[in-house]
């Protein structure tokens, strides 16, 4: 079994695919390449980094225009360096 690990201060961020059509409201269909990118992922893989605010699993929102996009085994993933992560996306109550 092959696994992708990140170095040099970078994640590894899984992303997840969009394949649902998206129309607008006349009914014209919008080509992928013209659909905006959501700028989240679920963290894969932690590079050795001192106290990383976030873990495994976590999802993330990182910079637009950020990291390298990959494919390994199957999946798409986003290899973007530490700095570029800019928030953790968590769960609240509702108050």
């Known amino acids: 079994m092959k696994e992708l690990q990140p170095i040099n201060q970078n994640i590894l961020l899984e992303l997840q695919e969009d394949t649902s059509e998206q129309t607008t409201a006349s ?3 919008i080509p992928d390449s013209a659909k905006s990118k959501e700028k989240t992922g679920i963290v894969a893989g932690i590079s050795n980094i001192d ?6 699993g976590d999802t993330v929102l990182y910079k637009e225009f950020s990291g390298t996009e990959l494919e390994f085994e199957g999946k798409n993933y986003l290899l973007v ?4 992560i800019l928030g953790k996306v968590v769960e609240t109550d509702a108050i």
């Open 27 to 29: 009914g014209i269909i």
């Open 51 to 56: 106290n990383p605010e976030i873990s495994v």
């Open 81 to 84: 360096p530490y700095s570029d």
